[in-house]
């Protein structure tokens, strides 16, 4: 991510993060010591620019060629490691037993 002279790189990051995975749960959003630079009392982006969401699946799809089930499957394993809300967000031994590693592990996904 980048800055611009519009946007500070956090805030460039932050979009990115609502573009992927949608916006920040407001409770959450406001809730951190320095949140009111980054949200308003809304919980929406304080300084944005446009979003273009894009779900992680259809990244994989189209970027990078994955066909739709191993595009399917490695998004909802991202998905969980990625939740914006931290309560929320996989454990790691959560994370193990995902169906991703199961199919890795049996070779059938690269």
Request: proline fraction near 3%.
């Amino acid at each position: 991510t980048k800055g611009s002279e519009t946007y500070t790189r956090d805030e460039d990051h932050m979009a990115l993060m609502v573009e992927m995975m949608g916006d920040f749960d407001r409770k959450f959003a406001v809730s951190g010591r320095g949140s009111s630079t980054f949200f308003t009392r809304k919980g929406l982006l304080r300084n944005a620019r446009k979003h273009y969401p894009c779900s992680i699946q259809r990244l994989l799809s189209t970027k990078y060629a994955f066909g739709e089930q191993d595009a399917s499957v490695i998004a909802d394993f991202l998905e969980k490691c990625l939740q914006l809300n931290p309560s929320q967000r996989w454990t790691a031994q959560q994370l193990l037993d995902h169906p991703w590693f199961s199919d890795v592990r049996n070779g059938d996904l690269v």
